[in-house]
């Protein structure tokens, strides 16, 4: 292991502890659910107020309110899910527990773990995060992607779960 590494995220140090998603990804979570379930729900909202001949401004700023409504309720999911998502890493595995009421629990063994990818859209670069894809051995698609990571975490998940000796990056 990279003792550089843990130097910098002194905070890895300790395994069995499991560790929330970065707080700056709360932010990215609520805005981008916001966001694109408004925007969604502005589609009917535009068709059921001009497909309404008695008065389309009523209808248009009722069904206004409802898309509100339907993306400040998917804004409050995505808070949700990213407070009660928490990942560590032992010995053994990759842990990640999501959910409360439907609850899920995903384990990657170190010894099915293919490659890692980031994935770092505009957002998560502005505030240091990176959504951490690993590829495991087994069928179809099987990875497990696990957005909300500060940079450097995944980093170092990247340095411990797939040492450089065994990567293939120029």
């Given at each position: ?36 379930t ?31 409504g ?37 384990c ?38 696990q957005?909300?990571l ?21």
């Amino acid at each position: 292991m990279n003792t550089e590494i843990t130097k910098e995220v002194p905070v890895l140090a300790a395994e069995n502890e499991w560790r929330p998603l970065a707080p700056s990804a709360r932010k990215i979570f609520i805005a981008v659910a916001f966001f694109w379930t408004f925007i969604i729900a502005l589609v009917p909202t535009g068709i059921v107020s001009l497909a309404e001949d008695d008065s389309p401004r009523l209808y248009f700023f009722g069904m206004l309110a409802l898309a509100l409504g339907v993306a400040s309720l998917a804004a409050f999911i995505a808070y949700k899910r990213w407070r009660n998502t928490f990942w560590k890493l032992d010995e053994e595995a990759l842990h990640v527990r999501r959910g409360k009421m439907w609850f899920k629990q995903i384990c990657v063994p170190r010894s099915r773990v293919q490659h890692l990818d980031f994935e770092r859209g505009p957002l998560e670069r502005r505030y240091g995060l990176a959504t951490l894809v690993v590829h495991t051995a087994g069928s179809h698609e099987s990875a497990l992607r696990q957005s909300g990571l500060l940079l450097a975490d995944a980093e170092y998940l990247r340095d411990v779960l797939v040492p450089k000796d065994r990567r293939h990056d120029a």
